[in-house]
């Protein structure tokens, strides 16, 4: 009598030294005085003469006549780099064995995803017996594995006793629990099972599983709504801002004085360095004499108007500058060019179209086009043909956008025509960037209020961290926070100025940390999450205060526990406890199948 047995999967994997942990096929043979391993990583077939890299051969004989043979591939790689003639070895198995470590879920995962699809092919094919082994005593566990929510959320390396289970059923195989490599268990569990399996095959019938008394089934906890963040308005913002006419500190007007267009300064010098030298605003880098050859060619600042570069002066300067457009073609198309520059300069296609319905002459488009392609090539940038550019942006990811944002003028007293105090400390800001970023601001700077002429403006009620923070997203389009608390901080700030967007961004950053938080940070955080949930609430946050109510919901076991839960109303506390997970219904079959399977001691002191 013989039996061929194939084993699959690796159940050292996840010790530090795998190659000095025992493993089962050796375990079993150790108990049996023949016993012949065949080169490692070939075998040879006696019954068709063909190599196998991918496996390593073991024989012995057992109760002095049941000669068997095992082919073990512990690597999947192994197995795929070769699977024509792997596939063949599985072929001439009596008996199949998916093993893997439950202290390492890659190796369950291995098994899963790789090798159960194969096997359930094959018992389409025809029968062959299956044994899923899960070798090793859980982390962390004397005896049996907690089934807890608490102790199972923290276990993500481990694989729980009721996914082996799962995976059994699945392909119709016998489980075994190994809880350590030696005689006892893999002797008369693993090489009595093999037995008794090989035996059942021959009479065609299947071995019956051992009754166990199954464990309560902990259904998943209700999934919370994502928080979706609307798309960006900032160059929108900015084109609504040049068409509105508010704020403007500059008049472009032609060479006989009648006045073409208004724009402003701040936007301006963010796109080019030719309009940075012609408002004498200084330059970081050396822009080299291309700038300045360029501003001389192109405009020519009204001989009435002094241009003021010192944050000072731009605060008591109410007056536009006066600015001559000496090219007579890009005078006759200056409207369609600045509408270009605050759209942010990436769409040239359509400002060819534009530059064609005005000028109705190609080559007189194609001039424009150049003298526009040399105001940014003034900037070390390159601007290419609208193909290139969004093909190079596409393939990063990135917006297509050179002109991304106002971020140059972010703290910078340059151009800065307004003041803002913050816990003592000054903040310069551009009333154009406020105006078009922000409808709270643009009434107050707009309206009959103390605000629209005054050149500091104090605030309340708000940190300087915070502030500043709320004006990079008025700059930029983005924020970086530091904190849960800090992005709270900044949530109400931005409530208090009507910034939707800025809200969500907030509330999707605390929801991010809140998620990657494990139970057992959660048990020792200080983070009073249901003063956060009352924030969200008072401050309009309803998505954000709806979707923290959920999560106490769905960790109740943790934030029942602290005094902070006390603090929610009665009503908050009864849909708490109607969404509670686990309910109550699941702890009470834990208790009963704890008192069934378990000894009188504890062993969770989370419970």
């Known amino acids: 009598m013989s039996v061929r047995i194939v084993a699959l999967g690796n159940e050292r994997a996840g010790f530090e030294d795998s190659l000095q942990q025992p493993d089962l096929i050796t375990t079993y043979f150790g108990r049996h005085a023949i016993i012949r391993h065949v080169e490692e990583r070939r075998l040879l077939s006696f019954a068709t003469h063909i190599t196998f890299p991918a496996f ?142 090989k035996s059942s095959q021959k009479k065609k019938k299947r071995s019956s599983k051992p009754h166990m008394i199954p464990p309560p089934r902990l259904g998943e906890p209700v999934k919370l709504p994502c928080l979706k963040i609307e798309e960006s308005r900032y160059h929108r913002d900015l084109l609504n801002l040049y068409c509105s006419s508010l704020c403007t500190d500059v008049v472009f007007s032609s060479k006989d004085g009648q006045e073409v267009a208004r724009a402003h300064r701040v936007v301006l010098c963010n796109a080019s360095h030719v309009f940075m030298l012609l408002f004498g605003v200084e330059i970081a880098s050396h822009p080299g004499e291309l700038p300045g050859k360029v501003a001389h060619n192109l405009f020519a600042i009204d001989q009435g108007d002094i241009i003021l570069n010192s944050s000072e002066a731009s605060l008591h300067n109410s007056q536009p500058v006066r600015v001559i457009i000496l090219d007579s073609l890009l005078c006759a198309c200056c409207s369609e060019v600045l509408k270009f520059i605050y759209t942010g300069t990436n769409c040239w296609d359509e400002l060819k179209s534009v530059l064609w319905k005005k000028l109705k002459n190609l080559e007189h488009v194609k001039d424009v086009i150049e003298t526009v392609k040399l105001l940014f090539k003034c900037n070390a940038q390159t601007i290419c043909s609208s193909d290139v550019i969004n093909q190079t942006a596409k393939s990063k990811g990135q917006s297509q956008s050179c002109c991304c944002s106002l971020s140059l003028f972010f703290q910078n007293p340059d151009l800065a025509d307004v003041t803002f105090k913050v816990q003592g400390a000054s903040i310069y800001a551009h009333r154009a960037v406020l105006v078009a970023r922000c409808e709270v601001m643009a009434a107050m700077f707009s309206g009959y209020y103390a605000e629209t002429t005054a050149y500091q403006i104090p605030i309340q009620g708000v940190s300087k961290e915070t502030f500043l923070s709320f004006l990079e997203y008025l700059y930029t389009d983005t924020c970086c926070t530091a904190s849960i608390l800090q992005a709270m901080a900044l949530l109400i700030c931005a409530e208090m100025y009507q910034i939707r967007r800025l809200q969500q961004i907030c509330e999707s950053y605390i929801v991010t940390q809140l998620q990657s938080m494990p139970s057992r940070q959660l048990v020792s955080t200080n983070l009073n999450i249901v003063n956060l949930y009352n924030k969200a609430k008072f401050h309009n946050a309803t998505r954000l205060s709806t979707w923290l109510l959920h999560f106490i919901a769905s960790n109740y076991l943790i934030f029942s526990q602290k005094l902070e839960f006390q603090e929610l109303s009665e009503d908050e506390q009864a849909f708490v406890e109607n969404h509670r997970w686990p309910s109550s219904s699941y702890l009470q079959e834990l208790t009963e199948y704890r008192h069934r399977i378990h000894s009188g001691r504890s062993r969770c002191i989370l419970m």
């Open 56 to 197: 390593v051969e073991y024989q012995a004989y057992v109760f002095g006549r049941v000669r068997v043979l095992i082919h073990d591939c512990p690597s999947w790689e192994l197995f795929d780099n070769d699977w024509y003639r792997s596939r063949n070895v599985i072929g001439l198995a009596d008996i199949i064995v998916l093993k893997y470590s439950v202290n390492d879920k890659t190796s369950f995962q291995e098994v899963k995803d790789n090798y159960v699809p194969i096997i359930k092919w094959i018992l389409n094919q025809w029968t062959v017996p299956v044994i899923v082994a899960a070798v090793g005593t859980r982390q962390n566990e004397e005896g049996p594995p907690c089934s807890c929510p608490l102790c199972t959320s923290d276990k993500g390396s481990c694989v729980p006793f009721y996914e082996g289970i799962e995976l059994s059923k699945e392909i119709g195989a016998a489980y075994l629990e190994l809880h350590s490599l030696n005689d006892f268990y893999v002797g008369k569990y693993f090489g009595g099972v093999c037995l008794k399996q």
